[in-house]
Nanobody, 121 residues
Framework: QVQLVESGGGLVQPGGSLRLSCAAS????????MGWYRQAPGKQRELVAA???????NYADSVKGRFTISRDNAKNTVYLQMSSLKPEDTAVYYC???????????????WGQGTQVTVSS
């Protein structure tokens, strides 16, 4: 089994910054893609940013230029640096990873429990 544990959410004023972290642990052989999704009340979950094992990022148009995704493969951790935050960024942020496990040998999709980000004055 694999666990994804997020941290770093909270309350921040508009224009502020937050850094989210997500650490993967368990029967990991390798991690392929890692990413962040978010879900606001009454809305569908949407992709915020993703990064390949080689470090190539992809961003939703709504966060380009404000958010930066990165990963530390040695620590099985992905980060999301969020700057110039807006009230519309308020949501529960979920970590997602495609993990090849050791036993059984299988590529599966895993999710974290979510962390709340609230942007408000």
């Amino acid at each position: 089994q694999v666990q994804l544990v997020e941290s770093g959410g909270g309350l921040v004023q508009p224009g502020g910054s937050l850094r989210l972290s997500c650490a993967a642990s368990g029967s990991i052989f390798s991690i392929h893609f890692m990413g962040w999704y978010r879900q606001a009340p009454g809305k569908q979950r949407e992709l915020v940013a993703a990064i390949t094992s080689g470090g190539s990022p992809n961003y939703a148009d709504s966060v380009k230029g404000r958010f930066t995704i990165s990963r530390d493969n040695a620590k099985n951790t992905v980060y999301l640096q969020m700057s110039s935050l807006k009230p519309e960024d308020t949501a529960v942020y979920y970590c997602n990873a495609g993990v090849l496990t050791t036993t059984p040998s299988r590529l599966s999709d895993y999710w974290g429990q979510g962390t709340q980000v609230t942007v408000s004055s």
